[in-house]
């Protein structure tokens, strides 16, 4: 009886033993890796619609063509590729703001008042009055990434000569953006 005490009591301390033991640290899952900033970024598609306004039907035309290679070089540069660019024109610019919100299309070129009435997606750019006192025009991209815009508004000056029959000419800085901005939205609520 003494016997099956004593292996009795060393099980116990035995299992006490192990259970205070202290577990050995596992290995730590390595940590998702942010993208590295050198990495470009890939889009398989990207789908630029612009409002027609009073356009003429020619320069509309040359704009498809042109546009696409111009956009896809100039972002090329900024380290976003992009596999196609498609390019559509809205019949109002509410019809391109719903395509934006919809997600049919992930650039939209407005005009300043379809931007303020509708407020779909981020505004990457504004396009100058003739006495640079407001905005006529937006460019909106809704990709959500602050890259991709970082990228866009960078690539824009690029395409300055390609939308030259389109818009008279676009601020990138986003200080500048927000005077264009405040000015225009003043203007916009004045009787």
């Known amino acids: 009886m003494r016997r099956a005490l004593v292996l009795l009591l060393a099980l116990a301390l035995a299992f006490a033993l192990a259970a205070c033991r202290k577990a050995e640290p ?40 042109a546009f696409p290679a111009a956009l896809t070089e100039a972002l090329a540069k900024q380290d976003v590729a992009v596999g196609t660019v498609n390019v559509t024109f809205g019949s109002s610019g509410e019809a391109t703001s719903a395509a934006l919100r919809l997600g049919t ?29 407001a905005a006529r025009g937006v460019i909106v991209t809704g990709v959500g990434s602050d890259r991709f ?5 960078a690539a824009l000056p690029d395409l300055d000569p390609v939308l030259a029959d389109y818009a008279a000419g676009f601020a990138y800085d986003a200080t500048e953006i927000e005077g264009l901005l405040d000015t225009t939205q003043q203007n916009s609520d004045s009787p």
């Open 26 to 65: 596992q290995p730590a899952a390595p940590e998702p890796s942010a993208p590295d900033a050198a990495e470009p970024l890939a889009l398989d598609a990207l789908d630029v619609e612009f409002s027609i306004g009073e356009r003429e039907v020619d320069a509309l035309l040359t704009l498809q063509k």
């Open 105 to 133: 299309v992930q650039l939209a070129f407005l005009s300043m008042e379809d931007y303020l009435a509708f407020r779909t997606g981020e505004l990457v750019a504004l396009e100058r009055d003739a006495a640079d006192e």
């Open 149 to 153: 815009t970082a990228a866009l508004r």
